[in-house]
């Protein structure tokens, strides 16, 4: 059998040789503002930073764009690159990566990002705010100054402009967050403040809800840069060097010290130590293995949904998504129930609903299976199966079968006794 006509090899041919060449010559075209917003907030789920803060920096230094208009790579007249405007003038990156790689250009704009908090943690060169704990708002407001430089033009004493102002702006507008400044009155008129300078949080603060993790899940060491460290202690002396991508297990923590949560992590019977929550990410459990779907990881349902999987009761959208929010199909409902509750029909007789055509084939059997079970009385000539079921509907059928495995018990335990009830 043909598949393509001549006609159509040719622009096959044509498109992937343009593909080709597009592609080594670094040409590229700009993700949705709305994918972009997602993969920041998945990167910095995973890195245990403020999303919002990395959102609002994206916004400002690029307008949520990494390539022109023309496909070329957005670079500013002093070098910065992408989505997240990062300067590689030191050669910390990859700068075909920080080009051409969307997910690679924001890590790095964390790694700045967490360098600059590193500085104000040590409050030797940039200032800091209250304990330094990672998960306020408030505590990073010289962090952001610093990501665009630790100048004396973003002083709000000085300047209606200052960059952390920015970002506070855009953290409201954008993203309806609201964050409650330091006390400036403690900043010099002009210029920087002075080394030590320690400003404490506000009284009334908010929270950027990172997420922590627990005893004997399973993580990656996750780092743009391949080498990180182990220490002997939170905020210890190192001990042993570990690169990225290998697996560990957290066997304590977290423990806030020093402006990191820290977790003690199993690499091997020999290598263990503590590391900061931001250089790992959580790839699964001891209970359960490696999460086969990523949008779980962080998920309330991780728990249930690996349950089920690994009983291969089901399975997810893709191959690497779960889609845990995403609403179900009366057809998908109808699977999951049949095989949770093993209810099988073995008649080849049409279904009895008016719009049966429309029901997808590997569907038939399990919708066959619940309507013999008398499980779908609610739906009359038509069934929709491709609609999203309700919370009601749900329920109805849930219902339904809890009576009838209680009739089927009861029948069991009294069938020698006669006894006989009505089951509503």
Request: charged content about 20%.
């Amino acid at each position: 059998m043909r598949i393509f006509t001549t006609g159509a090899k040719k622009v096959l041919t044509f498109t992937l040789v343009m593909l080709i060449l597009f592609t080594q010559v670094g040409y590229g075209f700009n993700y949705t503002r709305e994918e972009l917003e997602a993969k920041i907030d998945k990167i910095a789920s995973e890195r245990g930073v403020p999303s919002v803060f990395v959102k609002a920096i994206a916004q400002i230094e690029s307008g949520f764009e990494h390539f022109n208009s023309n496909g070329a790579p957005k670079i500013s007249s002093g070098g910065h690159i992408g989505l997240m405007q990062v300067g590689n003038s030191y050669n910390n990156f990859s700068t075909e990566k920080l080009k051409y790689d969307v997910d690679y250009n924001i890590n790095a704009g964390i790694d700045v990002l967490l360098a600059k908090w590193n500085a104000s943690v040590q409050n030797s060169s940039i200032s800091s705010v209250g304990n330094m704990d990672p998960n306020v708002l408030e505590n990073w407001y010289f962090a952001l100054w610093a990501y665009n430089g630790w100048i004396g033009r973003n002083n709000p004493n000085a300047s209606s402009k200052a960059y952390q102002d920015k970002v506070y702006k855009v953290c409201e507008s954008y993203f309806d967050q609201s964050i409650n400044k330091i006390d400036t009155t403690r900043l010099p008129a002009s210029g920087r403040p002075s080394r030590g300078l320690n400003i404490a949080t506000p009284v009334n603060k908010n929270y950027a809800n990172i997420i922590q993790y627990n005893k004997n899940d399973l993580v990656l060491i996750n780092s743009i840069v391949n080498t990180r460290y182990l220490y002997d202690a939170p905020s210890g002396n190192a001990t042993s060097s570990i690169n990225s991508g290998q697996m560990a297990q957290i066997i304590d923590g977290p423990t806030l010290k020093d402006g990191y949560y820290w977790y003690k992590v199993q690499v091997n019977d020999k290598v263990s130590g503590w590391i900061e929550r931001n250089w790992i990410k959580k790839i699964g459990d001891t209970k359960y293995g490696i999460y086969p779907f990523e949008d779980i990881l962080y998920h309330w349902s991780a728990s249930s949904v690996m349950n089920l999987y690994n009983l291969k009761l089901i399975s997810g959208k893709t191959s690497t998504e779960f889609c845990p929010d995403d609403s179900m199909s009366i057809e998908e409902f109808s699977a999951l129930f049949s095989k949770v509750f093993n209810i099988t029909s073995e008649s080849e007789e049409e279904l009895r609903f008016a719009d049966k055509d429309e029901i997808s084939p590997w569907a038939v059997d399990y919708i066959r299976a619940l309507d013999e079970a008398q499980l779908l009385g609610l739906y009359g000539e038509n069934i929709n199966a491709s609609a999203n079921i309700s919370r009601g509907e749900i329920t109805y059928i849930i219902a339904k079968q809890l009576i009838k495995l209680e009739q089927e018990k009861f029948d069991a335990e009294s069938k020698s006794l006669g006894v006989e009830r009505t089951f509503d």
